[in-house]
Nanobody, 119 residues
Framework: QGQLVESGGGLVQTGGSLRLSCAAS????????MGWYRQAPGKQRELVAA???????NYLDSVKGRFTISRDNAKNTVYLQMNNLKPEDTATYYC?????????????WGQGTQVTVSS
């Protein structure tokens, strides 16, 4: 079984920034498209951003222009730079396999990293 370790979350004020990191095992990362998902209390998990091994990206409409996904293939790591954060961005953030057109129904998830944006 692969491994996913998310980090970088925290408590920030509205308008602040955070950079999330996700270290993935090679068996997961490989040449696969990776994504950042988030789940707020009482809501379904949603795909926020995705990036192919070649660097093509796609974003949830509500984060376009504020979030940037990137990856370092040599380090098996995917990042999410989050700027101009809003209270509605508060959620636990996870990375996992994805596609540019939508989420994957992944069986395994890491522990996630909590992002809390205060108003």
């Amino acid at each position: 079984q692969g491994q996913l370790v998310e980090s970088g979350g925290g408590l920030v004020q509205t308008g602040g920034s955070l950079r999330l990191s996700c270290a993935a095992s090679g068996s997961i990362f490989s040449d696969n498209t990776m994504g950042w998902y988030r789940q707020a209390p009482g809501k379904q998990r949603e795909l926020v951003a995705a990036i192919t091994s070649g660097g093509s990206t796609n974003y949830l409409d509500s984060v376009k222009g504020r979030f940037t996904i990137s990856r370092d293939n040599a380090k098996n790591t995917v990042y999410l730079q989050m700027n101009n954060l809003k209270p509605e961005d508060t959620a636990t953030y996870y990375c996992n396999l994805a596609s540019l057109t939508g989420p994957y129904d992944n069986d395994y998830w890491g522990q996630g990293t909590q992002v809390t944006v205060s108003s």
